[in-house]
C-alpha cells in the first residue's frame, strides 16, 4: 500500500510540475491575444492597405546544415555524455548512468513537444513564453523560423528539433554530480520540475527574440527588443549555451550533491573510474557533436557557423594542451583523464564565445578553461567540500562562467572579435566597452546561478520528502545497475 501511495505522489508531482508551468505563462499568453509565435515569418499585410510581401522559403542549404546539427548534438548525449560518464563511475553504476541519460533524454524530448518549445521559444513575457505552439500547435511544414539574418528563415520543425536537443542534454549533464547513489525515480521526477521552471526560463530569457526581419529603425529595434527576453533585451551574449546550458545544469548538480549527500565511503575508499577508454571515446565523441551544438547555433550555413566551428576545433584542442601540461607541471604526469577532462572544459568554455570571438581569443580562452577548471575540480572542490561525482560544476560551472565572463572580452573587434550587430545600420556597431560588456555578461552569469540553484533545491527538498532521493545504503554498496535496473555490464 505504502508504495503505491508513493507512485501516486510521484504521479501526482509530475502533474503539478506540468499544470503550474501552464499557470505560470497563461496571463502573459492571452495579454494579446493578436500575437503570432514569434519564430515565425512576420504576416504580410492586408490585400486592402498592400500588396502581399513574397513568402520567405528556407535555403535547403541551411536546412540540410541544421538537421545534420541536430543529429551531432544528439549524438554528444547518445552515446557521447553516457559513456563519458560511463566511464568515469565504478563499473557497479555504469549501466545505471546510461540508462539516466536514456531515460531522461526521451522525457525531455516528449515534454519538449508537449510545451516546452512554446514556454521557451514563443512570444509571452521577458521571463517566459506563451501557448501559442503548446503541443506544437499550428506548426507545419511550411512554418518558418527566423535566423539572424534579415529576409532568411529556417523550417520551424528544423528548429524545434535543435533546440529540443539542447534542453536533453543540459537535463543529462545533471545527473553526474550525483551518479552513484541517487534513486531513478526522484531523478525523473527531478528533470521533469527542473526542466520546466529552471531551463524553460533560462532559455527564453537569455535567447528568445522575435527575430530581425521587422527591424527598420531605432524605433523598430527598440520595440522588437522589448519582445525579447529578459537577458536578451539586457545585452547577454551567449551563442550556445555557456548559461543556458552548462552554468545553468552546474549549479543543479551542485546543489543535488548537497541534498543528496555523499557517496557511501567518500574519502575512505578508492572511487577511481573504471573505464578510461570509455571515457576517452565519449569526449571524442562530444567533441565531434559539438560542431552542431556551436556552429549549428548560427542557424545558417554561413560564415558565422564557420567561425563557431573552428573556434571550438582550436579552443578545445588549446585546452587539452593547458589541462594536461598544467597536470605535467604539478603531478608529474599527463593523465588520459585529464586530457579528456581538458576537452570537454574547452568545449564548455567556447560554447557562450563561439560566433562572437576571433581564433586567438578562442585559444586563449581555451587555454585559460585547462588550467582554470583543473583547478575547479581539485582545489575549489575541496573548498566547496562537496561530493560532486563527475565534476560537473567543476567542469561545466567554472568553465561556463569563464567563457560567459570572456567572451565579453574576446568579443571586442580590437581582439579579433565579431564585436556587436548593428541591425539598424547592418554593420558591425562602431564602439565596444569591454567593461560594460563584462557587466552584462556578470549579470547573466548572475542571473543563472541564483535562479537555477534556487529553483533546484526546491525541487529536491519537495522530492526528498515525497520518495526520497538516494537509495538504501545496501543498494548503493550493490551497485546501482543491480540494484536500480537487475543487470550488470560486465558478466563474469
Given at each position: 500500500?505504502?508504495?503505491w ?10 502533474a ?55 543529429a551531432?548534438?544528439?549524438?554528444m ?23 539516466q541519460?536514456f ?12 510545451y ?10 521577458a521571463?517566459?513564453g506563451?501557448?501559442d505552439r503548446?503541443?506544437?500547435?499550428g506548426?507545419?511544414p511550411?512554418?518558418?523560423a ?21 534542453a ?17 525515480s526522484?531523478i ?6 527542473w ?6 526560463p533560462i ?5 528568445f ?11 523598430s ?9 529578459w537577458l ?34 567518500y ?16 569526449a571524442?565523441l562530444?567533441w ?55 576537452c ?58 569563464s ?11 580590437a ?29 547573466g ?48
Open positions: 500500500m505504502l508504495t501511495m508513493k507512485r501516486l505522489v510521484a504521479g501526482s508531482a509530475v503539478l510540475a506540468i499544470g503550474a508551468a501552464g499557470v505560470m505563462v497563461t496571463s502573459p499568453a492571452h495579454a494579446d491575444e493578436a500575437k503570432k509565435p514569434a519564430v515565425t515569418a512576420p504576416a504580410a499585410a492586408p490585400a486592402a492597405a498592400a500588396p502581399a510581401a513574397p513568402a520567405l522559403v528556407p535555403n535547403k542549404g541551411d536546412t540540410a546544415w541544421m538537421l545534420v546539427s541536430t551531432l548534438v544528439l549524438l548525449t547518445l552515446p557521447g555524455l553516457a559513456l563519458f560518464y560511463g566511464g568515469l563511475t565504478r563499473s557497479k553504476n555504469i549501466l545505471s548512468i546510461c540508462m541519460c531515460m531522461v533524454f526521451s522525457v525531455i524530448t516528449v515534454l519538449w513537444a508537449l516546452g518549445y512554446s514556454f521557451a521559444f514563443t512570444e509571452g513575457g521571463f517566459v506563451g501557448l503548446l503541443f506544437l500547435a506548426m507545419t511550411d512554418s518558418v527566423a535566423t539572424f539574418s534579415k529576409g532568411v528563415v529556417i523550417p520551424e520543425y528544423v528548429f524545434m528539433a535543435f533546440q529540443a536537443v539542447f536533453t542534454i543540459t537535463c543529462c549533464l545533471i545527473i553526474g554530480s550525483f551518479a552513484e547513489r541517487a534513486k531513478f526522484a525523473l521526477v527531478f528533470m521533469i520540475i526542466f520546466t521552471f529552471s531551463y524553460l532559455a527564453h530569457m537569455v535567447w527574440w522575435p527575430g530581425p526581419d521587422d527591424i527598420k529603425d531605432a524605433a529595434l527598440e520595440a522588437i527588443t522589448a519582445r525579447a527576453g536578451w533585451q539586457k545585452g547577454v551574449l551567449d551563442f550556445a549555451g555557456g548559461t543556458v546550458v552548462h552554468i545553468n545544469a552546474a549549479i543543479a548538480g551542485l546543489v543535488g550533491s548537497y541534498v543528496i549527500g555523499k557517496r557511501v565511503g574519502g575512505k575508499e578508492a572511487m577511481k573510474p573504471h573505464n578510461l577508454v570509455y571515457v576517452m571515446s565519449g571524442a562530444l565531434f557533436g559539438w560542431f552542431g551544438f556551436n556552429a549549428g547555433s548560427a542557424l545558417e550555413a554561413n560564415g558565422s557557423a564557420a567561425l563557431a566551428f573552428v573556434n571550438t576545433y582550436l579552443a578545445t584542442a588549446a585546452a587539452v594542451l593547458g589541462w594536461s601540461v598544467a597536470e605535467w607541471v604539478l603531478k608529474g604526469k599527463p593523465s588520459m583523464l585529464g586530457a579528456a577532462s581538458g570537454v572544459a574547452g568545449l564548455v568554455a567556447i560554447t557562450p564565445a563561439a560566433g562572437f570571438v576571433g581564433p586567438m581569443g578562442s585559444l586563449a580562452i581555451g587555454v585559460f578553461a585547462g588550467v582554470i577548471c583543473l583547478w575547479g575540480v581539485t582545489g575549489l572542490k575541496k573548498i566547496l567540500g562537496s561530493d560532486d561525482s563527475l565534476d560537473v560544476f567543476g567542469v561545466h560551472g567554472v568553465g561556463g562562467i567563457g560567459a565572463l570572456l567572451t565579453g572580452v574576446f568579443a571586442d573587434p581582439l579579433g572579435g565579431t564585436g556587436i550587430w548593428d541591425y539598424v545600420a547592418n554593420a558591425a556597431a562602431p564602439d565596444y566597452s569591454i567593461a560594460s560588456q563584462l557587466w552584462i555578461q556578470a549579470q552569469v548572475i542571473t543563472t546561478l541564483i535562479w537555477s540553484g534556487v529553483v533546484s533545491f526546491i525541487a529536491f527538498k519537495l522530492i526528498d520528502i515525497v520518495i526520497g532521493l538516494r537509495v538504501k545504503e545496501d543498494e548503493e554498496r550493490e551497485g546501482l545497475d543491480i540494484s536500480s535496473h537487475g543487470e550488470s555490464a560486465y558478466e563474469s
